[in-house]
């Protein structure tokens, strides 16, 4: 089991472009998600999935896209970059929590390094 | 809605020393209790969780208790290696919610 793996590890972007970073999960899991990791911010959820074809809005889903065309993956666009996208971010996976008495962790990917010049 | 408090760091401590990072929360119902590690440069990893009150997590030395009565889920290690430098993240899940609500983490540093 691979669990969750992230592409690219590393990329620099000049302000404008656009890019697709990639989430693979391997556990069969329903449940996706972005998150960004900015320095005194800790974790916030950009997007996320709860099954192959569903997307819904996070709490900071503004300048981002996503698809989740297979169930074992799910996709994150930047259409437009800007230097305020530059962060580290992170995709999670979960098994489904709707109908359980008590939430199941997440297990998360090892991240991707963003920088917009 | 749903918050999760944890102690602002930075945190520092000498190998062997004992470790507490306080951890509050705010949710309706019942949540599960979790505690993530993040080692430098890597993603987070699941470091114990509890799912009821009064259970006990504990992985690695590290241990945490689910206190309804306080809304509390401190962690907690007896003797703190230089390995166990890292950011800590406490969160919570409400049952039936997808999402997890985190802290904004605790980095510790341990010196030899």
């Known amino acids: 089991n691979a669990g969750v793996t992230q592409t690219p590890k590393f990329r620099v972007l000049k302000t404008g472009q656009s890019m697709t970073l990639l989430c693979a999960q391997d556990?069969?899991?329903?449940?996706m998600y972005w998150y960004r990791q900015d320095p005194g911010m800790g974790l916030r959820l950009i997007h996320y999935s709860v099954g192959e074809g569903t997307t819904a809005k996070g709490e900071v889903p503004d300048g981002y896209n996503v698809s989740r065309l297979k169930k074992q993956n799910f996709l994150l666009g930047l259409e437009s970059a800007a230097p305020s996208q530059t962060s580290v971010y992170f995709c999670?996976?979960?098994?489904?929590?709707?109908?359980?008495?008590?939430?199941?962790?997440?297990?998360f990917g090892p991240g991707t390094r963003l920088t917009v010049t | 809605g749903d918050s999760v408090t944890q102690m602002e760091g930075p945190v520092t401590l000498s190998e062997e020393a004992f470790l507490t990072i306080n951890c509050t929360y705010t949710?309706?119902?019942?949540?599960?209790l979790f505690w993530y590690v993040q080692y430098p440069g890597e993603g987070l990893q699941l470091l114990l969780k509890a799912t009821k009150a009064d259970d006990k997590g504990s992985n690695k030395g590290f241990e945490a208790t689910y206190r309804k009565e306080t809304t509390s889920f401190h962690l907690e290690k007896g003797s703190v290696q230089v390995s166990d430098s890292a950011v800590y993240f406490c969160?919570?899940?409400?049952?039936?919610?997808?999402?997890?609500?985190f802290g904004k983490g605790t980095k510790l540093t341990v010196n030899p």
């Open positions: 949710a309706t119902g019942y949540p599960s």
């Open positions: 556990m069969n899991h329903e449940y």
């Open positions: 969160a919570l899940n409400r049952g039936g919610s997808e999402k997890l609500v």
């Open positions: 999670a996976s979960s098994y489904e929590t709707s109908g359980s008495l008590w939430g199941y962790e997440q297990y």
